[in-house]
């Protein structure tokens, strides 16, 4: 997991967002992104597993959110990542756009994408 975590990690930094595992940092300010893996399929194939990943774009401009959110989907749409422990090929499922936030400035989305993950040389 920590591999994939690096891979998700590296592409979505290519949109030039604050980006940020599971929580922010608190000294962080708008814009950021912050992805999380929250469950993963639990399939009979030892080599093989799904996540949904969820990507959520916290702003204060509602046009600066969209923008993040088009960059996001743009580079993660079916983007396939190999090395010599895992292959990983990512599927954009959905994208909430305008997500109420209790903070009626901030302006949210979130997209969400399946990663296909493989084992590469066994275990």
């Known amino acids: ?3 994939l975590m690096e891979v998700i990690t590296d592409r979505m930094k290519g949109s030039g967002q604050n980006i940020f595992f599971n ?11 912050i992805f999380n893996l ?6 009979t ?9 969820e ?3 916290w702003t204060k401009d509602s046009d600066e959110c969209i923008t993040m ?12 990542y190999l ?15 305008n997500i109420p936030d209790e903070d009626d400035q901030i302006k949210r989305s ?3 994408i399946l990663a296909k993950t493989y084992v590469l040389g066994g275990i």
């Open 1 to 3: 997991m920590l591999d």
């Open 23 to 33: 929580v922010k940092s608190p000294t962080a300010i708008h814009p950021f992104t």
């Open 38 to 43: 929250p469950n993963a399929s639990e399939g």
């Open 45 to 53: 194939n030892i080599y093989r597993e799904d996540f949904t990943l």
């Open 55 to 57: 990507v959520d774009i």
């Open 69 to 80: 959110t088009n960059k996001i989907k743009d580079l993660m749409n079916r983007y396939k």
């Open 83 to 97: 090395n010599d422990k895992i292959q990983v090929s990512f599927y954009v499922i959905n994208r909430l756009n």
């Open 110 to 112: 979130q997209v969400r």
